[in-house]
């Protein structure tokens, strides 16, 4: 994921901006991280460089 993509997504729940936590960066891309809604506190997992924007409850049910 690119940090420049904060510029335009938001929390799928309640349209509110995120805080992005960085754990593994290669260059100018984000592999693995959290994106965490400023106003409900819900917690989105970037995985592969892939954020996974899902409500929590359909996350499980996903196929991979």
Known sequence: MK???MDIICCPLDK?????TVEEREDEEILTGEL???EC???FPIEDGIPN???PDM???APA
């Not at 509110?16 to 992005?20: A, G, N």
């Open 53 to 55: 924007l899902l409500p």
């Open 16 to 20: 509110h901006d995120l805080e992005l």
């Open 36 to 38: 965490v809604c400023t």
């Open 41 to 43: 506190g819900e917690a």
């Open 3 to 5: 940090e420049d993509l």
């Open 59 to 61: 996350r499980d049910e």
